[in-house]
């Protein structure tokens, strides 16, 4: 391969990420921070990714884009499966005090005046008028929706969970299901993204090769030597209602099946964050976190890093899946869900995120998300929720069908 020159630029008037990154492009924001790619990429070898993103020569004026090129991807539930990765050519960021830049990777070989007359072409084109808005280009679609897993299957596989807590043998497991949306005219994932950037605003959105989403869920972030995590565990609904939500708000700090499943997950991050960091900060008590359609009990971890070179993939692989997406002790809670969820994850409840050359990135848990068909003619939706000793499968499938609005009312309005 040869050498790759990376040329990032200040741009003070970058249109909003989500238009950059459109229907074909790769996305992952929260708020309005984030990365926003276009064009060709590169599909990257996991072992790979570090070494080339290293490779990369960086030119730069300003230190906001010193890491020079990253790249995007997906961890999957299973540690055994396949990790995917892109690396773009050309992507448009912006960082938390709002300085925002377009980075754009050229041939080595390439001429250098050429170089400048492409690079500035590139950017050009990026903060040109941004695209028409995508739900004024679709026009009515019908869509139907069936379940992939059974009713049945999924509340035998809540039942055999809870026994399992009440035996003994393991102290939680989160059992999913999936359904698939099928539609009468192509999907638009640019529509799709715009309705969850405005109805899930604090939450991590994503678009990345079809699989597309909301999080509320930070996994792993490193960044200037510190690590944070915020994991959430515990669900109640959203009616719009606010003495109704202020209820079930209370009611949820109360609830000792949703304490217990929040404590399992907070100490097993907690526990595995230690062996990077110098020590860690988080909240006493778990506080509600709100999102358009449901209520979560969350706790804030923070620590410093003892080795300033760690790398944000080693940290996500250790803690990716977390019990509040597998269970916990691990092993033996993946081994259940594998026997009774008669259910293929895949990317879903693993991590989606970004890492740069300098081992910094953030990391989402992957879920409240959807992976479009190649032909865009179908989507297939996840759901899932922990389960405990006083776990009820009813409330269970209940709880499923709450989380599982966010990515319906997205496909629905696209």
Not at 94 to 104: E, Q
Request: proline content about 6%.
């Amino acid at each position: 391969m040869s050498k790759i020159i990376a040329t990032s630029v200040a741009v003070g008037d970058l249109p909003p990420l989500h238009d950059i990154a459109g229907a074909d492009g790769m996305l992952f924001v929260h708020g309005h921070e984030g990365i926003a790619t276009k064009g060709v990429f590169a599909r990257v070898e996991p072992s790979k990714v570090h070494a080339l993103l290293s490779s990369i020569e960086c030119r730069y004026t300003d230190e906001h884009d010193a890491a020079g090129p990253i790249a995007l991807g997906f961890l999957p539930f299973l540690r055994e499966e396949q990790e995917d990765f892109f690396v773009p050519s050309v992507f448009a960021r912006r960082f938390s005090d709002g300085y925002s830049s377009i980075t754009v990777c050229t041939d080595a070989q390439m001429p250098e005046e050429a170089r400048r007359t492409y690079i500035e072409e590139v950017i050009a084109s990026i903060t040109a008028s941004p695209p028409v808005a995508a739900h004024e280009q679709c026009g009515e679609r019908h869509l139907s929706s069936a379940p992939l897993t059974p009713i049945s299957t999924y509340l035998a596989a809540v039942s055999e969970a809870r026994s399992a807590v009440r035996s003994g043998q393991i102290e939680k497991a989160v059992i999913a299901r999936d359904i698939e949306l099928i539609s009468d005219t192509p999907l638009n994932i640019h529509s799709v993204v715009q309705f969850l950037h405005h109805q899930y605003s604090t939450c991590y959105q994503f678009s990345i090769d079809n699989m597309v989403g909301a999080s509320p869920e930070l996994l792993i972030q490193l960044e200037k030597g510190m690590a944070h995590s915020n994991p959430l565990a515990g669900t109640t609904p959203r009616t719009g209602d606010p003495a109704i939500d202020a209820q079930n708000a209370a009611d949820l700090l109360a609830s000792k099946k949703n304490q217990i499943e929040h404590r399992v997950v907070v100490e097993m991050v907690h526990d595995t964050l230690l062996q990077w960091c110098s020590y860690l900060d988080w909240e006493p008590e778990p506080s509600v976190v709100s999102v358009a359609n449901v209520q979560h009990l969350g706790t804030h971890v923070t620590g410093p890093l003892s080795d300033a070179n760690t790398h944000v993939l080693t940290v996500a692989r250790e803690l990716c899946p977390t019990p509040a997406l597998g269970g916990f002790p691990r092993t033996e809670a993946i081994e259940l869900i594998n026997r009774v969820e008669k259910m293929y994850r895949g990317r879903y409840g693993g991590a989606v995120g970004w890492c740069d050359a300098q081992g910094n990135g953030t990391w989402a848990v992957t879920i409240r998300c959807a992976q479009f068909s190649t032909d865009l003619m179908s989507a297939r939706l996840f759901a899932g929720g922990g389960i405990v000793a006083d776990s009820e499968p009813d409330l269970e499938l209940a709880e499923t069908e709450a989380k599982l609005k966010a990515m319906t009312n997205a496909i629905m309005h696209s």
